[in-house]
């Protein structure tokens, strides 16, 4: 075969290989079939390594409940992008006794081997919406821990109940050191898209979260050309927290929970969750695989080899 037509074929090859983000770490779009513990054993999304959901948690007596997957469909969030249906978890502490004790629920997975250079930057995200009327008696959250279920170091809460501040503030930050928002995000009923940023990941020093909650018309007000961070800053941070030593890697677990007491319901619903180092990607879906990379420099050392040989 003539050297013009390998170098044809070549760069044929890294075209359809097609250009591929390198920047989106994890991605769970919640694309399983509905019912009740829907999630537990399930090993969809993107980057996971096949690692699969359980569940668990404590709970009193008469309390139901369950991590599924909700039968509405993605959240409909503006034109976000959202694929399969919803997470879900469930949580109807009844409790015991007179003065029934806080519950709370969980569906958790191992992380895999991620690729973090230490001291990077890293952004989490997701669609979020509360289904229950808004009450003190009920958080939910979405983190990164130590254990299964423990939302102990990377937390996100998107509805607190400990503070004074009111039912609907959220929170930021790394183990019990969380920072909860001044102000209280409209959360009850209506879908928002959270974005926090970590800086200095698995670095030396200060490590610092910074959580923003977008409302849809937040949203749409700056997504024209992609959002970026002077965006961000310019609708403002909610919450900021800052911590020492924590890292995020193999061995560490991702979890969303619901906890709620004093017979309120707690039904939260999750959505698009990425983990990603460059805001060009709060959309995507694509990590690319080494072979697809390899592919794509292979044929473009073949066209330069080709381009030498011509000269």
């Known amino acids: 075969m003539k050297k013009n037509q390998l170098c044809t074929i070549a760069a044929a090859a890294a075209f359809l290989a097609g250009p591929a983000s390198a920047e989106l770490l994890l991605y769970e779009g919640f694309d399983y079939a509905t019912g009740v513990d829907a999630l537990v054993g399930q090993s969809g999304g993107e980057g996971w390594g096949g690692t699969v959901y359980a569940e668990g948690g404590n709970t009193n007596a008469g309390s139901i409940q369950n991590a599924g997957v909700a039968s509405a469909g993605s959240l409909v969030f503006s034109d976000f992008v959202a694929i399969g249906n919803v997470g879900q978890i469930q949580n109807n502490n009844f409790g015991g006794g007179a003065v029934p004790t806080y519950a709370n629920h969980?569906?958790?997975?191992?992380?895999?081997?991620?690729?973090?250079?230490?001291?990077?930057?890293?952004?989490?995200?997701?669609?979020?919406?509360?289904?229950?009327?808004?009450?003190?008696?009920?958080?939910?959250?979405?983190?990164?821990?130590?254990?299964?279920?423990?939302?102990?170091?990377?937390?996100?809460?998107?509805?607190?109940?400990?503070d004074g501040n009111g039912p609907d503030e959220v929170g930021v930050g790394y183990g019990s050191s969380?920072?909860?928002s001044a102000t209280t995000p409209s959360v009850n009923k209506q879908p928002l898209l959270f974005i926090t940023r970590f800086e200095n990941v698995n670095g030396a020093g200060t490590q610092t979260a910074t959580m923003y909650v977008l409302s849809e018309s937040d949203y749409d007000s700056i997504k024209a050309g992609g959002i970026t961070q002077s965006e961000l800053d310019g609708l403002g941070a909610v919450a900021t927290d800052t911590a020492t030593g924590i890292t995020l890697g193999a061995g560490d677990y991702f979890t969303i929970s619901a906890t709620t007491g004093f017979g309120v319901q707690n039904n939260s619903f999750f959505d698009e969750f990425r983990l990603f180092t460059d805001l060009e990607d709060l959309q995507s879906t694509v990590i690319p695989e080494p072979a697809s990379l390899a592919l794509v420099g292979l044929g473009g050392l073949a066209c330069i080899g080709c381009w030498r040989k011509r000269r």
């Open 106 to 162: 969980y569906a958790t997975r191992a992380l895999p081997a991620l690729s973090i250079t230490p001291g990077s930057t890293v952004y989490s995200s997701f669609l979020f919406r509360q289904e229950q009327n808004s009450s003190f008696a009920h958080q939910s959250e979405i983190g990164l821990g130590t254990s299964a279920g423990a939302l102990d170091q990377f937390r996100q809460i998107s509805v607190d109940l400990f």
């Open 178 to 180: 969380v920072a909860i």
